[in-house]
């Protein structure tokens, strides 16, 4: 079965320094891989995907992530914080095949200070 | 495109009564698929459908239900609802395979 780790309920960071949020997962097979973010009472927003060719992701915002295939790691980041990147940030992991059904991580929650 | 839709965005229920959620999936959109959340259990896959199929479930009991229909339109019920269900229950589209696209959810109260 799948599964993903999210290190870190709660990151803080100060605004304009780097953001850095973990996901780590677990698969028999390289899996698709998403960045989602939900701001509150809201849904969730597509950040970004790895599906296949290029390791480094870029997505909207500013974000982007590298999938690590010999860590089994798709970190989330951001070279400078904006206020408005506040929210909680979800990791999700899919087969390739099989249809869709997202295995969440835990979530982390960004907090960014002036 | 217009994105998700679901509707109500707020319900309340009392224990024991049965509810239907309702999802408009972006158009040109076949897969459907729900989700509970909740601050306990964080994002759990409740089931997928896609053409009318169910394509994938999720471990919930029986109570919890779902249909698809042609025009791609989901629906999600809960029978005897339980205090445990409240929860925000959020429905993902998406053309077929690798990418959700959700919808703002609907909070769901049981009382």
């Known amino acids: 079965a799948q599964s993903v780790t999210q290190l870190g309920s709660h990151v803080s960071v100060s605004e304009g320094a780097l953001v850095l949020l973990r996901c780590n997962y677990s698969s028999s097979v390289p899996p698709y891989l998403f960045w989602y973010v939900q701001y509150p009472n809201q849904g969730l927003q597509l950040l970004l995907k790895y599906t296949s060719a290029a390791t480094l992701v870029k997505g909207i915002n500013g974000f982007e992530a590298e999938f690590k295939k010999s860590e089994t790691s798709f970190h989330l980041t951001k070279p400078s914080a904006h206020m408005s990147d506040a929210a909680e940030y979800f990791c999700a992991v899919s087969e390739r095949r099989g249809g869709n059904k997202l295995t969440f991580g835990t979530g982390t929650q960004l907090k960014v200070e002036l | 495109k217009a994105g998700v839709t679901q509707t109500p965005r707020y319900l309340i229920k009392t224990r024991g009564q049965q509810v239907t959620l309702s999802c408009s999936p972006i158009s040109g959109h076949r897969s459907v698929s729900w989700y509970q959340q909740t601050p306990g259990q964080g994002l759990q896959f409740l089931f997928e459908?896609?053409?009318?199929?169910?394509?994938n479930k999720g471990n919930f009991p029986g109570r919890f239900s779902g249909r698809q229909f042609s025009n791609s339109r989901s629906e999600m019920n809960v029978s005897t609802l339980e205090l445990g269900d409240s929860a925000l229950y959020l429905c993902?589209?998406?053309?077929?395979?690798?990418?959700?696209?959700f919808g703002p959810g609907t909070r769901l109260t049981v009382l």
């Open positions: 459908y896609f053409s009318e199929t169910q394509r």
């Open positions: 993902a589209s998406g053309p077929s395979t690798d990418t959700q696209y």
